[in-house]
């Protein structure tokens, strides 16, 4: 992976408050960037997607928290989507992911829970987009990217991001010669994608003042639609509090059930 590269030549980015006149442009960098975002132990997210295929447009946004703890991600995200039929909470909790079940369906969930409960597998969930899918994966998994950079790194410049200044860098990476690199739910979709991705993704990322991922944007064109996807990390550092749900609201129900596997 990318991560064999040396980051000695782009340390000091991230050691110092980064500015226009000291920001270094190649792929390390933005690497160096990655794993910096990596290294938070909590943040704040949102997302947003704007599908657009077959004359139709689909908006899907999602808000939520992270905390890192030993036992991996723990998450608590709000998910807003037409194909759920508006907001449904997902909660993943010390390797258990928690999907709250729509009032409109309790009557007919199993033994009328609130939510189900998924013990995970140790690899996570399949499919980056799961994660849009309601499924809860983690959101750091979209800073792969920058691990993966290939061809020319632009440094834009400086521009405001939720209302605070940062630095803006363009850059792409080349599907084919990454797929096999990335980590494992990514790979998932790009594989699972039926070759309607294009070949080079371009994004563009915004890098706070010390060094860590503020906004990433990424325009996908396929073969049978578009795909606008933005992703915020904010309030990094600061402490955030997720609890699963009550064990007398909770079903168990088999990864296969969600996953589509065995």
Known sequence: MAGSLTLAACGSATSAALTPANAPT?????????????????????????????????????RGVEQIASSGPNIDVQINSPAVGGTETTIIYNGTLYIHVPPTQQSASVSSAKW????????????????????????LQFASLLRETSGKVTKVGTATVLGKSTLEYKGQVNLKKSANQLPSNLTTAIKGAGGILPSVLNFTVWISPNGVIRQL???IDTKVGNVDLTMDFFHDGEPVSITPPPSNETAKIPYSQISGQG
């Not at 189900?116 to 959101?139: E, H, I, M, N």
């Open 116 to 139: 189900y409960a998924v013990t995970l597998p140790k690899s996570g969930l399949s499919g980056a987009s799961s994660f849009l899918a309601g499924q809860s994966a983690d959101p």
């Open 26 to 62: 190649s792929a390390a960098t933005l690497q160096s960037y990655a794993n910096k975002t990596d290294n938070l132990t909590s943040f704040h997210f949102s997302l947003s997607e704007d599908v657009s295929a077959q004359g139709q447009n689909l908006d899907i946004t999602a």
């Open 217 to 219: 944007a990424v325009p």
